[in-house]
């Protein structure tokens, strides 16, 4: 049997190793900063050392005398940046050096480049910069509401409601700013050529960032190209893009020079976004039988002064469980902190800490099982749109999660449970995620060789999406995985999604079936009336695991198609798929779509020496068909990492004089490290969800972090009987 007639069905379901994996561990996976050029020169920014007032004079002339030294930038002589308008989406939306005023700690206020990163980094520091109009910051952490509170969800009476419930809750629930730390630093290689530009990015949306660069850039749009082979991660922070990426542009394109500027760990911190504190007041309310009649939640985010990125709290509030009365407003305060962005299920993450957390204290009051509790307010329909939900398997994850964690065997009292000299601490959380689609185009060319590529205007942010794409074609074509190249990266391919909001697998799956259907529709018509097919017409050829054969007769007569292709002399043929995005579509707005989980966690005690552990979750995930169980075990493992590091470790410390976050650096900013994990098993559910594409597939980047952080506060309780509502959960907090 010829290796064309080897089932590839497979394909989907089955645990792939990465496509890209050799490329990456073998050191050959080229990222934005592995760029080098002829005559590539350095940059390196000057940050404002005040978070308030402004420029009143910089002096250069040391910097700009110094070894190596190319040019020093300011305001005097950047040139002009045009503002982003609608081009897309940018959450600093001022262009760099735009005016005098500083708005926050590590605002960029000049630019060295130089013929090395050492020259321009000496030369950077010997930038001296006078300010004006100083005034102590304002980067307070406690939030009052402002004025402008809006309501962004309700239904019932919901005061009435809390007012004349048997059993309330009314608690206030704090998340503090994270700061994405993706091992790869944000970094841009800027190429002009007098008159396009090349820009190697590390960005999460090649698509976007080309709309942004062009317009503030001043360009058309078909002289921008971006390309992104490899990230080493974002969480959010790679999404839109940042001033730097503007200022090596600018600099390439003035000194006719590449230019290379690489963001370092400590600008990470002010310069390129992070996850925002948020404030949450919960009230829920409920009959003795667990019935929830009330749920009231009112958060504030932090913004900057100049922009505003919504950390939306009440992502999942409204749909997550049953109850007739509801309420979610929102407001923001503003502090003299740099702009916020989206981290990892942004909004939701934050929010599921309150709610969840809120449910676990009204479990207690109502001496009902939190896993019970929700399994009671579980809702027949999304009672916030009033339609029905796509495939939601809630009570599965919940059952099936305590099954498999043991649950049955938890002593409810506090600090009861104990395992060798160790308090053990249980508990529970849900979680939801959107699921939806972004627009998206793909080529996918049958080669003369017998390979196939597929390509599109996407990234892979580091989850898997080149496997993915390759798993697609096989499954849709039956060609074996090794005979697919899969081409991402680039700008100039055809549009495709963006890596963000666990989106890009799901937006692909329709494209990439119309872009195969499409080929082998091309590649029929090539084979008709030709060769061992003389006579017969299109219609009466089918396609089947890489060969071409008669409907009437079987794969194995048939030819493989890179003899189809040769014998009419044709390197290839084309096909091409394009779907749309579910954010305006009818169809999709009947269904409430999305991801659901529960984690079931279990902490280690050990009061004597106060150290807190979390040493075991079980995770229950109902994201749509598994595509590649291998990869996806992947994500929720390093959500699940994520999780315990919002729950018991990340914090970002901005200090009061001049507004700068001091624990900018990896040392001093605690992250969960290998030592931290806990024994992780991943149960996926499996349904497919066919209401997002045929394939049933939904994503799993986020919603494996979504509700980690509130199941091991839950846990603390349980074995602490210290309700921390105040993250990151700390040990004089146990104390
Ligand atoms: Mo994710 S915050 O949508 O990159």
């Excluded at 820009?199 to 971006?226: C, D, F, W």
């Excluded at 509801?326 to 800490?353: E, Q, W």
């Excluded at 043929?573 to 009947?590: C, H, L, M, P, W």
Aim: glycine share 10%; with cysteine; net charge negative.
């Amino acid at each position: 049997m010829s290796p064309d007639a080897t089932s590839t069905r497979p394909a989907i379901g089955a645990s792939l190793p990465r496509v890209d994996g050799p490329l990456k561990v073998s050191g050959r996976a080229g990222y934005s900063s592995d760029h080098h050029f002829p005559g590539l020169l350095y940059a390196v920014p000057v940050g404002a050392t005040i978070a308030r007032g402004e420029v009143a004079a910089i002096d250069d002339s040391a910097a700009a005398a110094m070894p190596g030294v190319s040019k020093v930038y300011t305001r005097a002589n950047i040139g002009t940046f045009y503002k982003p308008g609608k081009s897309g989406t940018i959450d600093e939306s001022r262009p760099p050096f735009e005016d005098d005023t500083v708005h926050y700690y590590g605002q960029y206020v000049a630019l060295v480049v130089a013929d090395t990163f050492e020259h321009a980094t000496a030369a950077a520091r010997a930038v001296k910069v006078d300010y004006r109009n100083v005034s102590a910051p304002d980067v307070r952490m406690a939030l009052d509401p402002e004025e402008n509170q809006t309501t962004d969800s309700e239904r019932g009476h919901v005061d009435a409601a809390l007012a004349s419930a048997p059993v309330t809750v009314d608690q206030t629930y704090t998340t503090p700013p994270e700061t994405h730390n993706p091992i790869e630093l944000h970094a841009s290689v800027a190429v002009w050529d007098g008159k396009a530009f090349t820009l190697y990015e590390t960005t999460q949306s090649i698509m976007n960032h080309r709309a942004v660069m062009a317009q503030m850039l001043g360009v058309p749009k078909e002289n921008v190209r971006i390309v992104t082979e490899f990230l080493g991660s974002g969480f959010g922070g790679k999404l839109w893009p940042w001033p730097h990426a503007l200022l090596a542009a600018a600099a390439a394109r003035d000194l006719g020079k590449p230019v290379k500027l690489v963001v370092t760990r400590e600008m990470m911190f002010h310069n390129v976004g992070h996850r925002t504190n948020t404030q949450q007041r919960v009230r829920l309310g409920a009959n003795h039988d667990g019935k929830l009649v009330a749920l009231r939640q009112d958060f504030i985010y932090r913004t900057s002064r100049i922009d505003d990125s919504k950390e939306d709290c009440g992502e999942v509030t409204a749909f997550l469980y049953s109850t007739p009365n509801l309420k979610v407003t929102s407001g923001r305060a503003r502090r003299d902190i740099a702009p916020n962005t989206a981290m990892r299920g942004p909004g939701a993450v934050p929010g599921l800490f309150a709610i969840e957390s809120a449910m676990d204290e009204l479990a207690l009051a109502l001496k009902i099982d939190p896993v019970e509790l929700r399994l009671r307010n579980e809702p027949a329909i999304d009672e916030s749109l009033g339609i029905p939900f796509s495939s939601r398997h809630m009570k599965e994850c919940l059952t099936r999660g305590a099954d498999r964690f043991g649950w049955a065997r938890r002593n409810p009292a506090i600090g009861a449970m104990r395992q060798g000299g160790v308090v053990l601490g249980w508990g529970v959380a849900a979680c939801a995620w959107m699921a939806q689609r972004l627009d998206a185009e793909v080529s996918l060319l049958l080669n003369a060789d017998g390979s196939v590529r597929v390509a599109s205007g996407t990234q892979d942010i580091g989850t898997g999406t080149y496997t993915m794409l390759a798993q697609m074609v096989a499954y849709d074509l039956g060609v074996p995985i090794e005979r697919i190249q899969v081409v991402i990266g680039d700008s100039a391919l055809p549009p495709g999604p963006l890596s963000g909001g666990s989106m890009v697998t799901g937006s692909l799956v329709p494209a990439v079936a119309q872009a195969a259907a499409d080929a082998v529709q091309h590649l029929l018509d090539t084979a008709a009336g030709q060769g061992p097919f003389a006579g017969a017409k299109a219609e009466q050829l089918s396609f089947t695991e890489g060969r071409v054969h008669l409907r009437s007769g079987t794969p194995a007569d048939g030819v493989p198609f890179a003899d189809i292709l040769k014998q009419a002399r044709l390197a290839h043929v084309e096909g091409k798929g394009k779907s749309r995005n579910t954010f305006g579509d009818k169809e999709a707005k009947k269904f409430s779509m999305h991801s659901y989980g529960a984690h079931f966690v279990e902490v280690t005690w050990e009061p004597a020496i106060a150290r807190l552990r979390v040493s075991r979750v079980v995770t229950a995930i109902d994201a749509g068909r598994i595509l590649n169980p291998l990869t996806g075990r992947n994500q929720i493992e390093g959500a699940i990492a994520m999780g315990v590091g919002m729950a018991l470790f990340e914090d970002t410390h901005y200090e009061p004089l001049h507004g700068k976050a001091i624990n900018s650096n990896l040392a001093d900013y605690i992250m969960t490290t290998h030592a931290d994990m806990p024994d992780v098993d991943v149960l996926f559910l499996d349904y497919p969800d066919t209401k997002l594409n045929a394939l049933g597939a939904r994503g799993i980047g986020e919603i494996g972090l979504a509700g980690v952080a509130p199941a091991i506060a839950n846990a603390v309780h349980h074995a602490t009987g210290v309700r921390v509502r105040d993250l990151p959960v700390k040990i004089e907090d146990l104390l």
